[in-house]
């Protein structure tokens, strides 16, 4: 593959040939959904959004589940779609969705490689923004999501921060209600 964005039916034809289940790539299709309404509303308030990113990064971004199903499914999938010749954006978006992100401590102590796994660009925070509204190939509200996080984690973890942070970047972007539901 070279550095051109694959096509969405490409993105589902990798997910499929890199051994991720029928319920992961369906998965990963709600994800998509919710990414391109997001998107789609950014860019209705001028925002500049690389849509056809968001979509094909949404598409891939558990492809590291073909390999574990632990956190470690985003380094997994990086790896996985650097090997594939994915361009370096798709890439970042899949390492750098876990969560709210992975700070380079977290990342240390988890024994991934120290770098920064938090989302920079507004395409990796819609997509990470996207995958915390769908529990399996459910919907949820982000409350859900946090709740969930925090019984896992712990309330104070700095994880559950960076993600209130994120569902508060896309409150203020598109509304009290426009993040989480009703989006456009």
Excluded at 10 to 27: D, F, M, N
Excluded at 34 to 47: P, Y
Excluded at 89 to 112: F, K, T
Excluded at 138 to 153: D, G, Q
Aim: some cysteine.
């Amino acid at each position: 593959m070279s550095e051109r964005l694959p096509s969405a039916e490409e993105a589902l034809r990798l997910l499929s040939e890199s051994g991720c289940t029928p319920q992961v790539i369906k998965h990963c299709k709600m994800v998509a959904s919710i990414a391109m309404e997001i998107a789609r509303a950014c860019q209705k308030r001028g925002l500049n959004v690389d849509v056809k990113l968001v979509r094909i990064g949404a598409l891939l971004h558990d492809i590291g589940r073909s390999r574990t199903h632990s956190i470690n499914h985003a380094v997994r999938g990086a790896e996985i779609a650097k090997s594939l010749g994915l361009p370096k954006p798709v890439v970042s978006i899949i390492d750098r969705h876990v969560g709210g992100g992975i700070s380079m401590d977290e990342a240390e102590r988890l024994g991934w490689p120290i770098r920064s796994y938090i989302p920079r660009t507004l395409e990796e925070k819609i997509v990470t923004y996207a995958d915390k509204l769908v529990e399996g190939r459910r919907r949820v509200p982000i409350e859900e999501t946090i709740k969930k996080l925090s019984n896992k984690l712990g309330e104070t973890h700095p994880s559950i921060r960076r993600l209130r942070e994120l569902h508060r970047e896309f409150s203020d972007l598109l509304g009290d209600h426009g993040a989480s539901s009703n989006i456009t």
